[in-house]
C-alpha cells in the first residue's frame, strides 16, 4: 500500500449532505485569505470542523449474544456450575462496584470474574458477578483446563449473579422468572432450527 492510500485509509469518509456546507467554508476561507491571511487560516480551521462535523466512518456493529441472567438471593446455593463441556480458553477478574446483582448495570459495573469456554458447539462465557452482600468471588478452575458440564468452577460469596452468554443463535429453555438449578435446568439447546424443544417454565 501506497503513503498516500495509507493516509486516505485513515480519513474517514465524509456524508453528502455536507458537502454543500464544506464547500461554503472553502469558499469563504479563500476570500478571508484574500482580505487577511489569519482570517484566512481561521477560515481553514473552521472547514475542517465542518468536514469533522459530517463526518460519516464505516461502523461494524457486533451483534448482541443471547444471555441468560440467573440471580441467586443470600438464601440460593451458590456454589457455580459450568453450563456445557469444553475447555476454559480465558479467564478474566474485573474489580468494581457492588450494586444489587438484580440490576442491570450490574454486569458492567460489579465486581465480576469471567470465563470463555470452548465447546464442541462453539464458545460460551460465563461471568460470575458480584451483589450488593457479596464480597468475594472464588475460582476452582484455571485457563487451559477441560470442565464438564454441570463440573463447580467457582464459587460467589454472599447474593449475586451469574450471566451466561451463547452462541449467536442458540436457542433458550428457560423463561423470565423461572428458578434455575444448577447442574440440573438445561439452560438452552445448541442445535439451531430445532423448533421441537421450548422451555418449561416452573
Given at each position: ?8 485509509a485513515q480519513i474517514p ?42 463526518r460519516d466512518p464505516v ?144
Amino acid at each position: 500500500m501506497s503513503i498516500a492510500n495509507s493516509i486516505r485509509a485513515q480519513i474517514p469518509p465524509v456524508h453528502p449532505e455536507g458537502y454543500p456546507f464544506i464547500g461554503g467554508f472553502a469558499l469563504a476561507s479563500l476570500i478571508l485569505f484574500w482580505i487577511w491571511t489569519p482570517l484566512g487560516w481561521l477560515g481553514t480551521l473552521l472547514t475542517i470542523w465542518c468536514a469533522l462535523f459530517f463526518r460519516d466512518p464505516v461502523r461494524v456493529t457486533d451483534r448482541p449474544l443471547p444471555r441468560i441472567s440467573i440471580f441467586m438471593s443470600v438464601f440460593n446455593c451458590h456454589v457455580n456450575r459450568s453450563p456445557a463441556a469444553g475447555r476454559i480458553d480465558r479467564i478474566a477478574y474485573r474489580p468494581g462496584t457492588f450494586v444489587n446483582a438484580e440490576l442491570d448495570k450490574a454486569s458492567e459495573d460489579n465486581e465480576r470474574n469471567s470465563l470463555v469456554i470452548s465447546t464442541p458447539n462453539g464458545r460460551i462465557g460465563v461471568i460470575q458477578i458480584a451483589g450488593l452482600v457479596a464480597r468475594r468471588i472464588v475460582s476452582f478452575v484455571r485457563e487451559g483446563q477441560s470442565i464438564a458440564a454441570g463440573e463447580r468452577f467457582g464459587l460467589i460469596r454472599f447474593g449475586s449473579r451469574l450471566d451466561v452468554y451463547l452462541p449467536e443463535g442458540t436457542k433458550a429453555l428457560v423463561s423470565e422468572g423461572q428458578t434455575a438449578v444448577a447442574g440440573e435446568t438445561i439452560l438452552a439447546d445448541f442445535r439451531l432450527g430445532d423448533d421441537g424443544r421450548t422451555f418449561r417454565p416452573d
